[in-house]
Structures are given as structure tokens and as C-alpha cells.
């Protein structure tokens, strides 16, 4: 899992809450991703961060934020959580040639 | 914009054999690379093997190894010897090896669900 860890690993939230998800590495990479994973989809590209307080937007960014201010976390925001954000959100930090990943987080919008 | 194709929604194997898992993927670009990623019912996302489009011999990891055809754009993974703990799914991945923003993207097939019998 080359040190990375996502905290929660489940999450079940309400409609219109904000939601954080928080992804830890230990290496020192300087590019982290946040994936989700959806049945049919297999895992698309959210946000990225290329540095600290350096992001950029993914093919399905709609809805999610992100931050970066230590070099070792990142953060997933869902502003005003929605049932189509119901989803298992991974974390990845690497090379961009050698991406590794977190355990996942299962979230659950009811 | 590049896309990657599992063409085997689901595929099986009966233990100690040989199988093939297909992919394809499209791009214009000379600089790339590939990837194959197993994700057993753990969940975990595992690197199993990667090509740097530049190299021309395939990539080989213990009874893991890939037939690359760059022409053809093609990128097929081979398990030997399978084995009970190969049960999982299989996404193929693609990655640019230029400077952008393009770099920095990982695009994924949606996966071939191996079942390996005993």
C-alpha cells in the first residue's frame, strides 16, 4: 500500500451534509488522486494535486473540492452530499508513472 | 482524449493454467504508459505490472507478463500458472509520459472479473 492510508473506510451520511475524506501518505510523493469507483465505470479521476496547494479538476469534479496544505494529506470534500455520490472514493499517491493506492473509503448517501 | 477497452467483462480459469486478459486502448501520443492493476474482493487497488511505451520488450513480473503491440495498440496480460489467490478484478490503465496536464491523469478500463476454479 506504499504508506497510504484514508480515513474513514465507511460512511454513511444524509443528503445536502457536507462530507471529508482524508488520505495520509508517508512517502513524500508529490502527486495524490482521489478516484471513485463505481460498478461499470471502474475508477475515474475526481481531483489531483500536483504539489501543496497545487489541484486541478478531473473528469468528474462536479460537486467534490479538495485541499492540499502538507505535502502528506489530502483532503475530498463533498460540499452538499447527494445519493449519486453514493460510492467507494480511493486515494493514490505516486510517480505519476507509479501510482499506489489507499484502502478505499465506502460512502454511503442515504 | 485517450480511452482504454476491456473487451472480457468476466473471464475463468481453472487452476494451474494459463489466461490472457485483453485490452486496448487509443491515443496519438508516442510517450505512454500501461499498466495492469488487480483488485482482489479486499478492495485493495494492486500495481501488478507496467510498460513504458518506449521499451520494446514486454514487461514480465514472476507469472505475470504482458504482449505489447504498440502498432496495434494493444496490451494483453498473461497469468501462468494460475492459482486461487488470482481471483479478482483486472483493470487495464493508461497513463502520458509528456509534460501537461494530460500527464497526470491515470484512465482506466472498466475491468475483466477473473475467476480462477479449483
Known amino acids: 500500500d506504499a504508506g497510504i492510508t484514508q480515513s474513514p473506510r465507511h460512511k454513511v451520511t444524509e443528503t445536502g451534509t457536507p462530507v471529508t475524506l482524508r488520505c495520509h501518505q508517508t512517502e513524500n510523493h508529490r502527486y495524490m488522486y482521489w478516484y471513485r469507483q463505481d460498478p461499470g465505470h471502474g475508477l475515474r479521476l475526481i481531483h489531483y494535486s500536483y504539489g501543496v496547494k497545487d489541484t486541478d479538476k478531473g473528469e468528474v469534479s462536479d460537486g467534490y473540492s479538495v485541499s492540499r496544505s502538507k505535502t502528506e494529506d489530502f483532503l475530498l470534500t463533498l460540499e452538499s452530499a447527494t445519493s449519486s455520490q453514493t460510492s467507494v472514493y480511493f486515494c493514490?499517491?505516486?510517480?505519476?508513472?507509479?501510482?499506489?493506492f489507499g484502502p478505499g473509503t465506502r460512502l454511503t448517501v442515504t | 482524449a485517450q480511452t482504454v477497452t476491456q473487451s472480457q467483462p468476466e473471464m475463468s480459469v481453472q487452476e494451474a493454467e494459463t489466461v490472457t486478459l485483453s485490452c486496448t486502448y487509443d491515443?496519438?501520443?508516442?510517450?505512454?504508459?500501461l499498466f495492469w492493476y488487480k483488485q482482489p474482493p479486499s478492495r485493495q487497488m494492486i500495481l501488478v505490472i507496467r510498460q513504458e511505451a518506449y521499451k520494446q520488450q514486454n514487461a514480465t513480473e514472476n507469472r505475470f507478463s504482458v504482449n505489447f503491440q504498440k502498432a496495434a495498440k494493444s496490451f494483453s496480460l498473461k497469468i501462468s500458472d494460475s492459482q486461487l489467490g488470482d481471483t479478482a478484478m483486472y483493470f487495464c490503465?493508461?497513463?502520458?509520459?509528456?509534460?501537461?496536464?494530460?500527464?497526470?491523469?491515470?484512465?482506466f478500463g472498466k475491468g475483466t472479473l477473473l475467476t480462477v476454479n479449483p
Open positions: 493514490a499517491a505516486g510517480a505519476y508513472y507509479e501510482q499506489y
Open positions: 490503465a493508461f497513463i502520458h509520459g509528456g509534460s501537461g496536464g494530460s500527464n497526470y491523469k491515470l484512465t
Open positions: 491515443t496519438s501520443e508516442s510517450n505512454y504508459y
